[in-house]
C-alpha cells in the first residue's frame, strides 16, 4: 500500500492528467496539490511511483503519465463515490421505460453514450440484438487525433459484440454484476489499450443482457463507475 503522500501525489497527476490529456510535470503537481510539500519531496515521490509501475515518463516528455497499474490504485482506493445528475438519472429512468428489446437496447446504448461522452454498446445475452452509439463523442477525444488510432478502434467497434459476449460468462459470476478492466486487465485482447466497463441489467418485460463503455485509459472513471451503479439499480428496482 502506498504511503498516505504517495497516494495524495498519485491521485493528483491522475486527476490531472485525466483533465488535461498532457504529462503531469513535478511543477504542475506544486501548484494543483492540496498538501504542503516542497518541490525535491515530489520529484523524490515521483519517482517512487514510477519505480514502483503507478507512473511512467513519456520519453519526449518531462512530465508523467498514468500506468495501468495506476490508474487501477485510483479506482480501487482513490475514486470517491459518485453519483450522476438528476437529469442523468432521468434520462436512464426514461431509457428503461421503453417497450421491447430491440427498442430498449438502441435507447439503452443511445443513453450511456450521451450520460458517459464515450462509445457505448449494449446488447441482449441470449439473442443477437447488439447496438453501437458514441463513436463520435469518443473521436473527440485527444487520443483519437490520429486517423491511425480513430482507424484501429474501428476495427474493434466492428468485432465488439462478440469480444463481450465472449466476457459475459465470466461477468454473470460477479456479484455485483458488473466490471471494469483497465488496459492490459481486459481478457479480450483487442481492447487492451481501452477502459472497457460493463453492467448487466434486467428489463422489467424479462428480457435481460449487458451495456458496456469503451474509451482511452485517460477516461472519466467516476462517471463509469455511477453508470454502472445506476444501471445495476434501475435493473433490481
Known amino acids: 500500500m502506498l504511503q498516505e ?3 495524495s501525489i498519485l491521485g493528483a497527476v491522475i486527476r490531472e492528467y485525466i483533465a488535461t490529456a498532457r ?5 504542475d503537481l506544486g501548484r494543483i496539490l492540496d498538501i504542503a510539500v516542497s518541490p525535491a519531496t515530489i ?3 515521483l519517482l517512487t ?4 509501475g503507478y507512473l511512467e515518463q513519456p520519453q519526449t516528455s518531462a512530465g508523467r503519465v498514468p500506468t495501468d497499474r495506476g490508474y487501477r490504485f485510483f479506482v480501487d482506493h482513490l475514486l470517491a463515490d459518485a453519483d450522476l445528475t438528476l437529469r442523468e438519472k432521468t434520462w ?3 431509457a428503461f421505460r421503453v417497450s421491447g428489446p430491440e427498442a430498449f437496447v438502441k435507447e439503452l446504448s443511445r443513453t450511456v453514450a450521451r450520460i458517459s461522452g464515450t462509445f457505448a454498446a449494449a446488447g ?3 439473442q443477437g440484438v447488439f447496438y453501437e452509439a458514441g463513436f463520435s463523442e469518443l473521436l473527440d477525444e485527444p487520443e483519437f487525433e490520429s486517423a491511425a488510432h480513430a482507424r484501429d478502434f474501428g476495427r474493434i467497434a466492428d468485432v465488439m459484440d462478440e469480444g463481450i459476449r465472449g466476457l459475459l460468462h465470466d461477468l454473470d459470476t460477479e456479484e455485483d454484476g458488473e466490471r471494469m478492466f483497465i488496459g492490459r486487465e ?6 487492451r489499450a481501452y477502459t472497457m466497463t460493463i453492467a448487466c441489467w434486467a ?3 424479462g428480457f435481460h443482457g449487458f451495456v458496456a463503455m469503451l474509451g482511452p485509459t485517460r477516461t472519466n472513471y467516476k462517471k463509469h463507475k455511477a453508470i454502472a451503479r445506476r444501471i445495476k439499480s434501475r435493473s433490481l428496482s
Open 23 to 27: 504529462p503531469i510535470a513535478s511543477h
Open 203 to 205: 428489463h422489467r418485460e
Open 124 to 126: 441482449l445475452t441470449d
Open 186 to 191: 481486459n481478457p479480450w485482447r483487442p481492447a
Open 5 to 7: 503522500r504517495q497516494q
Open 49 to 52: 511511483l514510477d519505480e514502483q
Open 43 to 45: 520529484r523524490s515521490e
Open 92 to 94: 436512464l429512468a426514461e
